[in-house]
């Protein structure tokens, strides 16, 4: 590796402590033990997604990651999880380095639980405004995830949140994540002023991902433009959009809502309710898709860079090839 990409990696791979910084964004269902560990492996960072996971599954998939890897790993945690407070106890306990806060603004008293355990908390800003808030409230890094990325995402583009918050924020790590499928993409994005960079879709086709085999041949055929976000059926009804291949399961959503909406309008569910009805509804059709199989009905969810993915690899073959291009432009 050059010296000017090593001292442009330097930041971010301290504070993770790992050879590249490159997280694994999390991804419900397929960032358990095989991938998060493979990633860590190959010198990245992998983040188990507990999504809906109960703390006693989690502890175990931890367990298990760690009979895998002796390198750093995180877990990324729901804010909305029901048993959040359960969850945090249980990374605590398993000496967890760093966590993830998705899903919503973190509260105060989980940024200071983790914290004063040691534990380095990781949040989402999509923002600029936000980003400050979040350094206030004690936050240690922060991913800017634009709206490029596979699953639920926010209104911005990957690359005017990087304009919006990279000069402006100096005081925690940036990592940026959304539309990252090249290396070259790392390094750009290290010059602007990036400690690293967050990857979910590119991961997907790695051999150690333990997605479907149907789910994994839906990525190699896809281009970019396939990968497209949900339809919001009721402006009183403001969902999250999440982008996916254009599918069957895409109007299975939009019945969902109907379904969601008639019960929210016949005061059978508060909105707090049918939001996590909606989330359940998510949840529900990705492993119907990247477990089960069923790519017509659940969801494939994908971020714009599918297009870029043309083989099933190896973990360690595609950090190789990422950091070979990151370093392209210093090598000639
Ligand atoms: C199949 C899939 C599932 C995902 N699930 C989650 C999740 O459970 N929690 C989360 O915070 N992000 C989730 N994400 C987002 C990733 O963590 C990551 O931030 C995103 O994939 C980065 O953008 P990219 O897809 O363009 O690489 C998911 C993404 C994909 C593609």
């Known amino acids: ?57 989690l502890e175990k998939e931890i367990e298990k990651t760690k009979k895998l890897t002796d390198y750093p790993f995180g877990v990324n945690l729901i804010t909305m999880h029901p048993q959040l407070s359960d969850l945090i106890d249980c990374c605590i306990e398993k000496n967890i380095s760093h966590v993830v806060l998705a899903g919503s603004i973190p509260s105060a008293s ?69 539309g990252i499928g090249r290396g070259e993409a790392m390094s750009f994005y290290l010059e602007m002023g990036a400690s690293g960079v967050q990857m979910g879709t590119r991961f997907v086709c790695a051999n150690e991902c333990i ?27 403001p969902v999250i959009p999440v982008r996916s291949l254009k599918n069957k399961g895409t109007k299975l959503f939009l019945n969902k809502q109907k379904e969601v909406i008639e019960e929210f309008d016949n005061g059978k569910k508060t909105m707090p309710e049918a939001q996590l009805d909606i989330e359940h509804f998510w949840a529900g059709a990705l492993k119907k898709a990247a477990i089960d199989g069923d790519i017509d009905n659940g969801s494939v969810m994908a971020g714009q860079s599918i297009g870029l993915i043309k083989r099933e690899q190896s973990l360690s073959e595609i950090i190789n090839e990422f950091i070979i291009q990151a370093d392209l432009r210093y090598n000639n």
């Open 211 to 237: 997605a479907h085999e149907n789910f994994k041949k839906a990525f190699l055929r896809a281009n970019s433009r396939d990968a497209v976000l949900s339809i919001q059926l009721d402006d009183r009804f």
């Open 110 to 178: 989980s940024i200071s639980k983790l914290k004063k355990a040691g534990v380095k908390v990781i949040g989402f800003a999509p923002a600029l405004s936000l980003a400050k808030r979040l350094i206030k409230s004690g936050l240690d890094a922060l991913v800017i995830e634009g709206l490029e990325a596979g699953g639920h995402v926010g209104p911005v583009s990957t690359n005017v949140l990087a304009q919006e918050i990279l000069p402006n924020i100096n005081k925690v790590p940036v990592f940026v994540a959304g």
């Open 1 to 57: 590796m050059s010296e000017r990409l090593q001292h442009l990696s330097k930041r971010g791979s301290e504070f993770l402590g790992v050879e590249h910084p490159i997280m694994g964004g999390a991804m419900s269902w397929l960032s358990e033990a095989s991938l998060v560990s493979a990633i860590s492996n190959a010198g990245g960072f992998g983040v188990i997604a507990c999504g809906s996971l109960n703390p006693n599954e």
